[in-house]
C-alpha cells in the first residue's frame, strides 16, 4: 500500500474514533458512559480527533518536510483492529447493563459487603431532628431520601438507629430479585468512579409483602414509599423498604451517582 | 444478547475516556518530533546517570500524564534522545508521581488516613520506577526497545538509541533543516496519526480484553473475599483485580477507597500495580518495548510492590 493510501485509510480510522466520540456527545448518550468531568473531554477528545483526521486526509497527498515511513502494522488489520470492536459496540450497546452484569456490580449484595462501611465512616454524626429537618417531607407522611443515603445507614449503626422505622420515599430502578419469589424485589442506582466500567450498584431491598403487582418494568424507573428497617439477613444487615406504594417515575436528570 | 450488551457499554465507555489522553499524548509526541531538536531532553537532566534517572522519575509533577497518555510520548522522546532509562522511569513514575493523581488519592481516602494513603503511594510508585530505571542503566538497549524503535546504534550501551527520530533513519534532526512552516506541520501532524494509529490499535486490543474481564469477574469477586485478610495473598489478588480492572491513575483510589475488607498494604500495591501495569499497558508496551522485557517487568513489578507493600503493612500493624 502507497503511503498516500495508508495516510487516508488511518486517517479514517481516527474520524470514526472522533465521530462515536461526537456522536455520543450530540445525542446526549454520553451521560449513560462518562462521570460528568470526563465529559467535556472526551468532547474536546471527539473535536481533537476530527482536527487530527481531516487534516491528514486533506494533506494525504502533500510532501512533507520531514516524512516518517509506513506504519510497521498491516495497515489493513490496523484499521480493522480500531473499527470493528467500536462498530459492533455502537451497534450493541443498549446505554445499560442487563442485570447478569448487575448482579457482577452487587446489586444483590448486601451494602455492608459492598463497601458501605467504609464510605459510611466520612459522614458526620446526625440526630432525628436533623435527619427531618433536612428532608422534605411528602403530603402523606413520607420523608424523601437518597438512595445512597439508605445504602450508607447500613454501614452505620448510629445512623440505622435514626431511621430504623421510619416512613420514607426514594427512587431507583427497579430489578426483581431471583430469590425473593416474587415478594422482594431491588431498587437501585449506579455509583460512577469515572465511566460505566468501574460502576457499582448502588441497591436498597425493597418487601412488597402483599401490594398487587407493580405497574413498574423491571429496569424502569420507580418511587418506592414505605417503612425502613434494617433486619438481619444471611448474618448481613440489610436495608429493606416495607413497601406501601410503589409507582412509575420519569428518571433524574443524572441517573447515577457520582463521587463528587 | 445480554453479553454482548454488557460488552458494549463497558467498551465504550473505557474507549471514550482513555481517547482523548491518547490524543493528547500523540499530539505532544508530534510536536516533540518535529519541533524538538536531537538531545534536548538530554540537555535538561543532570549529567550524572545516576542522578538523570533520579531527576526523570519526577517529571511528571511538571509534566502530569496518566498512564494512557505518557506511552506515545515516551516513544518520541526516547527516539529523539531521552535515554531509555530516563524513558522507562517516567514512564512509570508519571502517572503516580503527579499533582492530579496525588488530589484524587487524597480525596478518596478522606476520613481514612489520606496522608498515610497518599503520601505512601507517591513514596512507592517513585521507588519502584527508580529502580527500574537504574536497572535498566545496566541492560543493552537492545535487549530493551522493540527492533523498530532502535532505528540507529545508540551512542552508549544504556543511551538513547538513535541519533535520529526516524523509523526511516533519515538522521535529518541532529541539525534541523531549515523547512517551511507549513510542512513542518504537515510532519508533526502526520507523525502523530501514525503514532496515533500505532497506539490505538493496541489500546482498542486492550479495551476489548478489559470490557471483557470487567463484565465477567463475579467468580474473581469471591475469591477476592476469602484472600482479603491473607498477609500475601491479599495483595497478590489486588495486582491481579488492577491488571484486569485497568483503571485510570487519575482515579483508581476511588475504587480502592470502597475495597473495605483489605489492608492498607493492599490497597498499597492495588494503587501502585496498576498505573505501571494493566491489560491495555501490556499491549501499549508492545509498540515500544521488547516481549521479553515486558514478561521480566511484570514480574519484577508484581514481586517488587508485593513485598513492600506486605512490609509496610506488617510496619503498621506490629
Known amino acids: 500500500m502507497t503511503p498516500k493510501r495508508q495516510r487516508v485509510l488511518f486517517s479514517l480510522a481516527i474520524l470514526s474514533w472522533s465521530a462515536a466520540l461526537l456522536y455520543f456527545h450530540a445525542s446526549g448518550r454520553i451521560v449513560k458512559y462518562l462521570a460528568p468531568d470526563f465529559r467535556p473531554i472526551a468532547l474536546a477528545g471527539g473535536l481533537g480527533l476530527a482536527v487530527l483526521g481531516l487534516f491528514n486526509l486533506l494533506t494525504a497527498g502533500e510532501k512533507a518536510d520531514h516524512d516518517h515511513g509506513p506504519s510497521e502494522l498491516n495497515p489493513w488489520l490496523a484499521f480493522l483492529l480500531m473499527v470493528a470492536p467500536l462498530g ?32 459510611a465512616a466520612t459522614r458526620p454524626p446526625l440526630t432525628r431532628e436533623e435527619l427531618e429537618k433536612d428532608h422534605r417531607r411528602t403530603a402523606d407522611g413520607f420523608y424523601e431520601f437518597n438512595l445512597i443515603e439508605i445504602f450508607l445507614a447500613t454501614g452505620d449503626r448510629e ?55 407493580a405497574e413498574v418494568a423491571a429496569g424502569g424507573w420507580a418511587k418506592a414509599s414505605g417503612t ?15 413497601v406501601e406504594r410503589l409507582e412509575p417515575t420519569a428518571p433524574p436528570t443524572e441517573e447515577n451517582f457520582l463521587r463528587n | 444478547m445480554d453479553a454482548r450488551q454488557d460488552f458494549a457499554l463497558a467498551f465504550l465507555s473505557i474507549l ?16 516533540l518530533d518535529v519541533y524538538l531538536p536531537a538531545g534536548a531532553m538530554e540537555r535538561l537532566l543532570p549529567k550524572n546517570r545516576v542522578a538523570a534517572v533520579l531527576v526523570a522519575c519526577l517529571l511528571g509533577a511538571i509534566f502530569p500524564v496518566c498512564e494512557c497518555a505518557v506511552v506515545p510520548v515516551i516513544r518520541r522522546l526516547v527516539k529523539k534522545g531521552l535515554p531509555v532509562s530516563c524513558g522507562l522511569g517516567y514512564m512509570l513514575a508519571a502517572p503516580i508521581v503527579n499533582p492530579i493523581t496525588a488530589l484524587s488519592t487524597w480525596k478518596a481516602f478522606e476520613g481514612q488516613s489520606p496522608l498515610m494513603m497518599t503520601s505512601g503511594r507517591l513514596a512507592l510508585g517513585y521507588l519502584i520506577a527508580v529502580a527500574v530505571g537504574l536497572i535498566v542503566l545496566r541492560l543493552p538497549v537492545g535487549k530493551v526497545l522493540k527492533p523498530s524503535m532502535l532505528a540507529e546504534p545508540a551512542s552508549s ?37 501514525k503514532d496515533f494509529v500505532d497506539v490505538g490499535v493496541w489500546f482498542s486490543v486492550g479495551v476489548a480484553l478489559t470490557a471483557l474481564f470487567n463484565t465477567g469477574i463475579a467468580p474473581g469477586a469471591r475469591w477476592l473475599d476469602q484472600v482479603a485478610q491473607h498477609p500475601a495473598g491479599a495483595p497478590a489478588a489486588l495486582m491481579g483485580l488492577a491488571y484486569v480492572l ?7 483510589a476511588f475504587i480502592a477507597a470502597t475495597l473495605d475488607r483489605f489492608s492498607w498494604g493492599a490497597k498499597l500495591a492495588f494503587l501502585v500495580f496498576g498505573p505501571m501495569l494493566d491489560v491495555k499497558l501490556t499491549f501499549l508496551y508492545q509498540s515500544v518495548l521488547r516481549k521479553r522485557f515486558i514478561l521480566a517487568l511484570a514480574a519484577g513489578l508484581f514481586v517488587a510492590i508485593g513485598t513492600v507493600s506486605m512490609l509496610w503493612q506488617f510496619w503498621l500493624t506490629r
Open chain 1, 88 to 119: 459492533l459496540s455502537i451497534a450493541w450497546t443498549k446505554d445499560e447493563y442487563s442485570f447478569a452484569a448487575l448482579s457482577r456490580k452487587g446489586l444483590f449484595d448486601s451494602p455492608t459487603a459492598s463497601g458501605a462501611n467504609a464510605l
Open chain 2, 157 to 193: 550501551p544504556d543511551e538513547s538509541p538513535a541519533g535520529s527520530c526516524c523509523d526511516h533513519g533519515c538522521g535529518c534532526h541532529g541539525e534541523l533543516p531549515a523547512v517551511s512552516p507549513d510542512g513542518k506541520l504537515v510532519a508533526a501532524f502526520r507523525s502523530a496519526l
Open chain 1, 228 to 242: 425502613l428497617t434494617f433486619p438481619l439477613e444471611g448474618g448481613l444487615i440489610q436495608p429493606v423498604l416495607k
Open chain 2, 246 to 252: 485497568s483503571l485510570c491513575s487519575t482515579s483508581d
Open chain 1, 159 to 213: 445512623q440505622q438507629g435514626l431511621l430504623d422505622g421510619m416512613k420514607i420515599a426514594t427512587e431507583g430502578k427497579l430489578a426483581p430479585d431471583p430469590a425473593g419469589e416474587g415478594k422482594r424485589a431491588r431498587l437501585y442506582r449506579l455509583f460512577v468512579t469515572c465511566c460505566a466500567a468501574d460502576s457499582r450498584a448502588i441497591p436498597i431491598a425493597l418487601d412488597l409483602g402483599g401490594l398487587p403487582a
Open chain 2, 16 to 31: 471514550f475516556e482513555g481517547a482523548p489522553f491518547i490524543l493528547l499524548g500523540t499530539l505532544v509526541s508530534g510536536l
